[in-house]
């Protein structure tokens, strides 16, 4: 079956510090990887995505690159802000799975920035 | 606002009591999915419906758990004699039937707290 592993956290970091958190999976097919945040009491947002070997995904500084040969898809930002902390969940698509999206999360990557 | 939306977005209930969450999804989309997540982890899948045919029911789904989208529009979850393990956030997804990059649309979730 299709799994995500993601890095555990929680990650602190300072402001401006460079960021990654680690997502590796396995599945069978060509899935589309994404990666959703979800700030303290709120649902889940879509951060970006990349549906293809070797797209690179990107938003509000935000950049991951799917890579096939090693299977990860991590999630990388130059420099975060207090304003970036929240909780990073790494997640795969399957493709064409009867057509509808059973999607596999990993369990979450907590960010704490700090000013 | 157009987004996928769910009520109540808070319900705190005592064990035993029956709770219903419901769900709108965005107008034109077919599909919907409900998921489960708990502290700490990621969100898992527990159902799936095309239109109002209820296509998937994940094994987490238990007796007690009931969805349903009768029109093929808004959908309900029921949960029957509420446990305490049954406390979670429970996120609404839709999609459209025609494939938009393997992309689904969460709502903000409804959190449970059974006390």
């Known amino acids: 079956g299709n799994s995500v592993t993601q890095m555990e956290g929680p990650v602190t970091l300072s402001e401006e510090a460079f960021l990654t958190i680690n997502c590796t999976y396995t599945a069978t097919g060509y899935p589309s990887l994404f990666w959703y945040v979800q700030y303290p009491g709120e649902g889940l947002q879509l951060l970006l995505k990349a549906t293809k070997a070797d797209d690179k995904g990107s938003n509000k500084g935000f950049e991951a690159t799917y890579r096939k040969e090693t299977t990860s898809f991590h999630l990388e930002k130059g420099s975060v802000q207090v304003s970036d902390s929240a909780v990073y969940f790494c997640a795969l698509h399957p493709m064409n799975s009867g057509g509808y999206q059973k999607v596999t999360f990993g369990i979450g990557t907590k960010l704490q920035v700090i000013p | 606002d157009t987004g996928v939306s769910q009520n109540p977005r808070h319900k705190i209930t005592k064990r035993g009591q029956n709770v219903t969450f419901r769900c709108d999804p965005i107008?034109?989309?077919?599909?919907l999915y409900w998921y489960r997540q708990t502290l700490g982890q990621g969100p898992e899948f527990l159902t799936y419906?095309?239109?109002?045919?209820?296509?998937?029911k994940s094994r987490l789904l238990s007796d007690r758990f009931s969805a349903e989208r009768p029109k093929g529009s808004f959908s309900t979850l029921e949960i029957q004699r509420t446990e305490q393990g049954d406390s979670a956030m429970y996120l609404c997804?839709?999609?459209?039937?025609?494939?938009?990059?393997?992309?689904?649309?969460f709502g903000e979730g409804s959190w449970l707290t059974v006390v």
């Open positions: 997804a839709s999609s459209p039937t025609v494939d938009s990059g393997n992309t689904i649309y």
């Open positions: 107008s034109e989309h077919n599909r």
């Open positions: 419906f095309q239109n109002e045919a209820q296509l998937e």
